[in-house]
């Protein structure tokens, strides 16, 4: 299908259609949301291949096979969710919810100054796990900044003393086994160590100019050195103080906490909708349960509604105010996080991806960069951009094969 769509494109760009009436009927390229409204006007210049899948294809379908991949379960009521002002994130509000076929670009927003104290810097590498876990999961991606930054700072090489590790410090403790319990098939594969407040040595990262193309002016490791290895320089490394494990892990918990709160605890639905509808309320309960536990958040909703932060642990009232406050401060940004990507970078993220699957997960990684190379550089393109083609890449890879769609929690976990 894709193949054919991309020589219908071909003729219509060498015949005298008018692309935008044909291929952009919602005006998804021209830097508006699909009523006419204008959103800001950065991007808007997909590769061919690109708009060969936003012409045919729905971001929220990324799946091949609709008798496999469908939820074991209910799936959460729109009551639940709340994507109505995708277009509209500013610093008054931080949304938990994110809507990937609003628009065709991902705008990053960035921050020239320092927010909180803290000057974030992302590769390129970092903004496409971002992108990958925020469209797969529906989660806003300046949510995902914020927890980020409240865990970390942006320190993949921290380690807490509650036996967190990584940029977004997921525990060796009960992170690693909710994880397991979860999503036991995703997660098979990955390592863990038992590192006790004890962070690990610079030398195991990457050089920090290189890779950001700037010196942070705080730590901000990043450990791609060998994402495969239990083992680095005889250094044991848990697979999360890898950022894509990391972020993609941060994921799977939010997605796993709102599951668990829809179909374990429905008899809050009244308490969690009202407080789910108001300013920053979802963000604040998803936020709470990723710091003090989502059956502690969940009890806290049930008993005293929209207060249930203030019946939490004194660091849980600190923790989900932070991480909404910078996720307000990053999309009120006036700066752009900006990256291309050639075909040997997008194998290399696709390396990277493989790595956070399991080695028997029967993916065929050479294929999927075939398929990503048929998509968009057999015509020739040189480079893909985050802005206007990452949700165009993660919908060609996550269609790919069921087991690249994306997961749902185990229901036994739920």
């Known amino acids: 299908m894709k193949r054919s769509l991309f020589f219908i494109l071909i003729v219509c760009f060498l015949s005298s259609c008018n692309f935008e009436d044909v291929f952009d009927p919602f005006g998804i390229f021209g830097g ?3 009523e006419g409204d204008p959103i800001r006007e950065i991007g808007g210049n997909p590769s061919p291949g690109s708009q060969t899948i936003y012409a045919s294809a729905s971001l929220d379908d990324m799946c091949v096979d609709d008798t496999i991949c469908g939820p074991p379960y209910e799936v959460i009521a729109d009551t639940y969710r709340d994507v109505g002002n995708q277009e509209e994130l500013t610093s008054d509000v931080c949304d938990f919810d994110y809507d990937a076929n609003a628009i065709s670009t991902f705008v990053l927003n960035s921050v020239d100054a320092e927010v909180n104290g803290l000057e974030l810097l992302l590769s390129k590498e970092d903004l496409f796990f971002i992108a990958w876990t925020s469209v797969r999961f529906k989660i806003n991606p300046y949510f995902l900044m914020g927890v980020l ?15 967190g590790e990584g940029c977004f410090q997921i525990t060796n403790t009960f992170g690693q086994a909710q994880l397991n319990d979860s999503y036991p098939n995703r997660v098979s594969g990955w390592f863990w160590t038992d590192r006790d407040s004890d962070y690990y040595e610079d030398d195991l990262f990457v050089d920090q100019e290189s890779y950001f193309g700037e010196i942070p002016s705080s730590d901000q490791f990043r450990l791609t050195l060998d994402p495969s290895q239990h083992d680095i320089d005889g250094t044991d490394v848990s697979s999360v103080v890898n950022f894509p494990h990391g972020v993609i892990a941060s994921g799977l918990y939010f997605y796993w906490q709102q599951y668990l709160l829809f179909n374990t605890y429905n008899f809050v639905e009244d308490n969690a909708v009202d407080l789910f ?19 502690g958040a969940a009890n806290a909703l049930e008993v005293y509604g929209s207060d249930f932060l203030d019946h939490m642990h004194d660091e849980t009232q600190t923790y989900a105010p932070r991480v909404v406050d910078y996720c307000k401060e990053y999309q009120g940004g006036e700066a752009t996080y900006s990256a291309s990507y050639t075909e040997d970078d997008v194998e290399w993220l696709i390396d990277l991806l493989s790595y956070t699957y399991p ?10 960069k075939q398929d990503v190379h048929d998509v968009f550089f057999e015509d020739g393109t040189e480079a893909l951009t985050f802005v206007d083609d990452v949700k165009a890449l993660i919908y060609v890879i996550s269609t790919h094969v069921p087991e690249l769609a994306p997961e749902w929690p185990d229901s036994g976990s739920i």
């Open 277 to 295: 509808q108001s300013d920053d309320g979802k963000a604040l309960w998803q936020a709470a349960a990723y710091n003090g536990g989502a059956y």
């Open 359 to 368: 080695d028997d997960s029967d993916i065929d990684w050479d294929a999927v």
């Open 32 to 34: 508006n949301n699909g």
């Open 149 to 163: 930054s409240a865990e970390s700072s942006g320190n993949c090489a921290a380690v807490s003393s509650s036996n």
